[in-house]
């Protein structure tokens, strides 16, 4: 597979708290992406960090990037229910054609 | 609101049916895809359509048939299907299409709902 794991696979916090969210990858990548999916639907593009990023923030999202170790982590802070969730991440290849998904991290925010 | 449009939502089928699943967005986008999902599981890559032509097929069974009509739309074609294909299928597109003489695009990807497929 050219796509790694993410971890935690799934994570229970309360409402307020900080979410982290791992992800490896095995290639090299131009940049990554995190993806969210409400259950059931369609995925939402949440956030793109280019390889040559160290880190990126959107709102309340917060994203690294270490190419050297081929890891990223996604940042929730101050979660709120809303945010339950799967969050994937994803690396575009062949041209940024042909894009693999993680496993996922399923999160879930008690209120 | 998403901006590809994915119908049926729901899909229910007999192993000998018949019948399609379609996809369209009207952004202008030039590379469309279909992706599988399977419960619990991450979105697997099917096709790629690029310029209305199929540049990348994951070696998917021939019992799933995809058609480019035109630049917004993309069908998804099923027939004798197996109980093991129910899953939830995502239709996908990026603004770039690849070019013969080679690009690259950020791989930003906008979704459709989904179809929901039950094969019987």
């Known amino acids: 597979s050219q796509q790694g794991e993410e971890d935690p696979q799934a994570l229970s916090i309360q409402e307020g708290e900080n979410a982290t969210m791992n992800c490896s990858y095995k290639?090299?990548?131009?940049?990554l992406q995190w993806y969210r999916q409400n259950s059931g639907r369609g995925l939402v593009h949440l956030i793109l960090?280019?390889?040559?990023?160290r880190e990126k923030h959107s709102g309340r999202l917060r994203v690294t990037l270490d190419t050297s170790k081929k890891s990223s982590s996604l940042l929730i802070t101050a979660s709120r229910a809303a945010d339950t969730a799967s969050y994937f991440c994803?690396?575009?290849?062949?041209?940024?054609?042909?894009?693999?998904f993680g496993a996922g991290t399923r999160l879930f925010v008690k209120a | 609101d998403t901006e590809v449009t994915q119908t049926p939502k729901h899909l229910v089928m007999g192993m000998t049916n018949k019948k399609s699943l379609k996809c369209e967005q009207h952004?202008?986008?030039?590379?469309m895809y279909w992706y599988k999902q399977k419960a619990k599981k991450p979105p697997e890559l099917m096709f790629v359509?690029?310029?209305?032509?199929?540049?990348i097929n994951e070696s998917v069974p021939s019992r799933f048939s995809p058609e480019c009509p035109n630049s917004s739309l993309l069908n998804l074609h099923l027939h004798a299907l197996q109980p093991e294909d129910s899953a939830l299928y995502l239709c996908?597109?990026?603004?770039?299409?690849?070019?013969?003489?080679?690009?690259?695009?950020?791989?930003?990807?906008?979704f459709g709902e989904g179809s929901r497929l039950t094969v019987l």
């Open positions: 996908a597109s990026s603004q770039e299409g690849l070019r013969t003489s080679g690009s690259s695009n950020t791989g930003e990807l906008f």
């Open positions: 290639t090299s990548i131009n940049n």
């Open positions: 960090i280019r390889s040559n990023e």
């Open positions: 994803a690396t575009p290849y062949t041209g940024g054609f042909k894009t693999i």
């Open positions: 952004m202008g986008h030039r590379a």
């Open positions: 359509y690029s310029y209305e032509k199929l540049s």
